[in-house]
């Protein structure tokens, strides 16, 4: 399964963009890319999946270029209720179960 | 439609006991998938179920065991258990075993003393 590689952490003030970068060097042609949201003693909510390009749903967009080494997650005009752990993975179904491999995540802290 | 629910939401054991934390999946969702998180750091893929089979392994002891049965419920069993077993312990499910995106329950915190 692919590693991946994110900020640890970042600050944001409310209403702005936030843009979150993840790597993901050695990804496999079959791979997508999955974000997750955790809030503190809550489990993992997904956000987005995306293989390439660019994928947008009602909360985030997810930009992916086309050597596929890295993907951005986008979140729009960010409040104080986005404070939490977020998540990049990469993985795809190959034979066998398809288990989602968490790294350490970035913390966002949004200030008011 | 009914979240995955876990139960219970926090148990305190002693080193060497044994614990049964139970997860009903999502309404529909064949497959279970359970994980452990400990503090700061993200979630660890223990196995996963897909209709009443064992469908995958992490890289956890035999201790660590599970049942699905038929309703797609699960149960996770953890013997002989060690101070390093505290954790948050999240079960998942998901449609199928493939890419399916998977659905967290909130998780059962787990105290070894």
């Known amino acids: 399964l692919a590693k991946t590689t994110q900020p640890i952490s970042m600050d944001s003030y409310e209403g702005q963009e936030v843009n979150i970068t993840c790597s993901h060097n050695?990804?496999?042609?079959?791979?997508?890319i999955t974000w997750y949201q955790q809030f503190p003693s809550q489990g993992p909510r997904f956000i987005i999946q995306?293989?390439?390009t660019k994928v947008t749903n009602e909360v985030a967009s997810l930009f992916i270029p086309a050597d596929r080494k890295s993907s951005t997650l986008s979140l729009p005009r960010v409040s104080l209720s986005d404070t939490a752990v977020y998540y990049c993975?990469?993985?795809?179904?190959?034979?066998?179960?398809?288990?989602?491999?968490f790294g350490k995540g970035t913390k966002l802290s949004v200030i008011p | 439609e009914t979240g995955v629910t876990q139960s219970p939401t926090h148990l305190i054991k002693t080193r060497g006991q044994q614990v049964t934390l139970r997860c009903s999946s999502q309404?529909?969702?064949?497959?279970v998938s359970w994980y452990q998180q400990a503090l700061g750091q993200g979630p660890q893929f223990i196995f996963q179920?897909?209709?009443?089979?064992?469908?995958g392994r992490g890289n956890f002891p035999p201790r660590f065991s599970g049942l699905q049965f038929p309703n797609y419920s699960s149960e996770l069993n953890v013997n002989a258990l060690e101070l390093d077993d505290s954790a948050l312990y999240l079960c998942?499910?998901?449609?199928?075993?493939?890419?399916?995106?998977?659905?967290f329950g909130p998780g059962t915190r787990l105290l070894v003393l």
């Open positions: 998942a499910s998901s449609l199928d075993t493939g890419r399916e995106t998977q659905y």
């Open positions: 050695n990804i496999a042609t079959n791979d997508y």
């Open positions: 995306g293989y390439k």
């Open positions: 993975l990469v993985g795809g179904a190959g034979a066998g179960s398809y288990q989602l491999t």
């Open positions: 309404s529909g969702h064949n497959t």
């Open positions: 179920y897909y209709r009443e089979e064992e469908n």
